[in-house]
């Protein structure tokens, strides 16, 4: 409850707190029978307490409109920061898969490259070989 709403609450109090106390002194100054007054004073009682009642109820209210207000506030704010958590967490996803994807093509291509490299090494090694052996075989013929 914030500061206003305490010295408003003080101030109806202090007010009704008044008002009974001045009614009271009034009908105690009137000159009245006995029995004339007590039903005055039960009558401005029920009166003040009726006032009294509807003014806390007219609070009431209004704090719980007030309350109601703000945490439906809260909730379209919360609703907010959810769907741009979902909206943000999809992005990652959509770049994390376009990462993955790039990942797997460099991988195929370098695996290609390999396997080109690979044979070419291959073919160069046999070439070697046989030049090796007819060399080897020319010169054990010039011997």
Do not use: C
């Amino acid at each position: 409850m914030d500061l206003k709403s305490e010295y408003s609450k003080g101030f109806v109090v202090g007010a009704i707190i008044g008002g009974v106390a001045g009614a009271i002194t009034a009908l105690l100054l009137a000159p009245k029978s006995g029995t004339e007054l007590r039903r005055d004073i039960a009558d401005t009682s029920a009166e003040l307490y009726t006032k009294a009642a509807d003014y806390l109820k007219q609070i009431e209210k209004k704090a719980e409109e007030s309350f109601t207000k703000t945490v439906n506030e809260g909730k379209v704010k919360a609703e907010s920061i959810i769907e741009s958590a979902k909206q943000q967490a999809q992005e990652i996803m959509s770049g994390a898969e376009n990462i993955l994807q790039q990942a797997k093509a460099k991988a195929v291509e370098a695996k290609e490259a390999v396997a080109h490299n690979y044979d070419a090494i291959k073919d160069a090694a046999k070439a070697g070989a046989e030049a090796f052996k007819a060399e080897l075989k020319a010169s054990r013929g010039n011997e």
